[in-house]
C-alpha cells in the first residue's frame, strides 16, 4: 500500500467478510469497501480513533450474505457518501460508471465493473498502493457463485480474465471474503494456482454448474435490506 | 513491510490465533511464526506455491489454546528449525536469548524476551519492516490473561512499557490473536487507545486480577503437546 495511506483490514467472522479502510494521511479522509452491519461499532471507533474522517461508504456488490454496514455508518458520518457499481438497481447516493476514479483526498480508486457473481459488481483498483478490491469476483484460490442474482460463469470467467488478471502481476488481491484464513493473494498468485480460472472457458463453466452449494441462509433478509442501502425496507 | 519479503498473515477460526510467514524475495528462505497443526497442510501448499523454503518454525510462546505446527511443518519441510524464547522448559531446537537477531536471508527479527503472559513469551521485531510479532503479550486494545503458565500481570505491564512501546510508534503491531475482527494495529494506536495498558500498573494489576475468564478448553492438550514441540508426549 501507498505510504500516503492507512490502510486497514478488517474481518466478520459470522459472513467471514473483510471490510477495508483506507484512509488519506494528509486529508485525513476515509473511503471503506464492504462494511458490515454488525460490525459497525468496531469500524466507526477505530475510524475515530485513527483521526479519520469517513467520506465515502463503498460496497463491490450487493451481498447475499450479510446486510451492509453503510446506513448504520451515516449515523456516525453524517456527510458520507454511499457508492455501489451502475449496473444495479439498489438504492445509493452514487453508481459508478466502469472506468470511474473515486478520489477521496490522495487516494484514487478506479471502477472496473466486473459482473458474473453478480450483474452489478464492480472492482476497486488502487493503482498507485497496487491492491485491487475484488469483491466475490475473484476469491483466494476461488471465485464468488454464479447461481443466483443475474451471476453467470462465462460473465465471471471473462470480467476476471480482462479486467483483474490484466492488471501487473505483483498487485495484490484485498476479497470480500476468505473461508480458508488467507487475507490476501496476489494477480500472479491466482493466474498461477486459482483452480478454477487457470481452467479454459468451458471447464470453468463446468466447474461452477457442478458445485452443489445450499441455498445462501441470509439472502432473504440481506439482499433486501442491501438493495435499500442497508435500511429495511418493510 | 520491506520490499525484500514476501509478507502474510494467515486466520485460524477455531482458536483465533494468527499465523505469520515472511519470506526473503531474494534467497527464497522463509520462517513462519505462530503455525497452527490444524493449519499446516494450508500453510505448506502456500510456501511451495510462493516458492518458499521454510528454514524456521518459530512460537512468539508456548501456546494454551492451539496446537503448534511446528513438528507437522517439518514434514514438509525437513530442514526447517523450531525456535522459543530461552526462558522456558518446552523442547525446540533453538533457544534465543533477549536480544538474539533471528537471520533468515535478508530478514532479521530482533528477539525481545516479553514475559508476563507466560515467563517465557518473546516478541519478534523486523525493524526494517517496521512491524512487531507480539504474541499474546499485546493484543489490539488488549492484551493475554496472566492468571495461569507462570503469569504476571506486573511483569506484563514492565514487559510492554519497555520492549514494545519503547518502538517507533509508526511499527506495526502484529498480536498471535484478535477476537474482534481486527488484524494489525501500531505502537502509536495502542500507546493512545489500549484500554489497559495506558493505565498505570497499580490500575493495570487491579484490572488482570478481575477479569473472571474461564479455564482455556484447550489447555489441558495444548500445553503438553506444545512443551514437546506439537509432537504428542505420551
Given at each position: 500500500?501507498?505510504?500516503?495511506v492507512v490502510?486497514r483490514?478488517?474481518?466478520?467472522?459470522?459472513?467471514s467478510?473483510?471490510t477495508y479502510?483506507?484512509g488519506?494521511?494528509?486529508?485525513?479522509q476515509?473511503?471503506?469497501i464492504d462494511?458490515v452491519?454488525?460490525?459497525?461499532?468496531?469500524d466507526?471507533?477505530?475510524?475515530n480513533?485513527?483521526g479519520l474522517?469517513?467520506?465515502?461508504a463503498v460496497n463491490?456488490?450487493?451481498?447475499a450474505?450479510?446486510?451492509?454496514g453503510?446506513?448504520?455508518?451515516?449515523?456516525h458520518?453524517?456527510e458520507?457518501k454511499?457508492?455501489l457499481?451502475?449496473a444495479?438497481?439498489?438504492?445509493?447516493?452514487e453508481k459508478?460508471?466502469?472506468?470511474h476514479k473515486?478520489?477521496v483526498?490522495?487516494?484514487?480508486?478506479e471502477?472496473r465493473?466486473?459482473?458474473g457473481?453478480t450483474?452489478?459488481?464492480?472492482?476497486?483498483?488502487d493503482?498507485?498502493?497496487g491492491?485491487?478490491?475484488?469483491g466475490?469476483?475473484?476469491?483466494i484460490?476461488?471465485?464468488?457463485?454464479?447461481?443466483?442474482?443475474?451471476g453467470c460463469?462465462k460473465t465471471?470467467?471473462?470480467?476476471v480474465?480482462t479486467q483483474i488478471?490484466s492488471?501487473?502481476e505483483h498487485?495484490?488481491?484485498?476479497?470480500a471474503h476468505d473461508y480458508r484464513?488467507?487475507?490476501?493473494?496476489?494477480?500472479?498468485e491466482?493466474?498461477q494456482?486459482?483452480?478454477r480460472?487457470?481452467?479454459?472457458e468451458?471447464?470453468f463453466?463446468?466447474i461452477?454448474?457442478?458445485?452443489?452449494l445450499?441455498?445462501p441462509?441470509?439472502?432473504d433478509?440481506?439482499?433486501?435490506?442491501?438493495?435499500?442501502?442497508?435500511?429495511?425496507?418493510s
Open positions: 500500500m501507498s505510504d500516503k490502510f483490514q478488517l474481518f466478520e467472522k459470522e459472513s467478510t473483510f479502510i483506507l488519506c494521511k494528509r486529508t485525513k476515509a473511503i471503506i462494511p452491519d454488525v460490525t459497525v461499532e468496531r466507526a471507533k477505530l475510524l480513533e485513527l474522517k469517513l467520506a465515502k463491490t456488490h450487493v451481498h450474505d450479510h446486510v451492509t453503510t446506513h448504520l455508518l451515516r449515523s458520518f453524517e458520507l454511499t457508492g457499481g451502475s444495479n438497481v439498489a438504492k445509493s447516493d459508478f460508471e466502469h472506468s473515486i478520489e483526498g490522495d487516494i484514487s480508486l471502477v465493473h466486473t459482473p457473481h450483474n452489478g459488481c464492480v472492482t476497486y483498483v493503482h498507485e498502493g491492491a485491487a478490491f475484488t466475490d469476483t475473484l476469491l484460490r476461488g471465485c464468488g457463485r454464479t447461481d443466483f442474482q443475474e460463469s465471471l470467467y471473462n470480467s480474465q488478471f492488471l501487473p498487485f495484490s488481491i484485498y476479497p484464513g488467507n487475507t490476501s493473494s496476489s494477480v500472479q491466482e493466474k494456482f486459482n483452480p480460472l487457470t481452467k479454459s468451458s471447464e463453466v463446468g461452477m454448474e457442478n458445485l452443489g445450499s441455498y441462509k441470509m439472502i433478509k440481506a439482499l433486501p435490506w442491501n438493495l435499500n442501502c442497508g435500511v429495511d425496507p
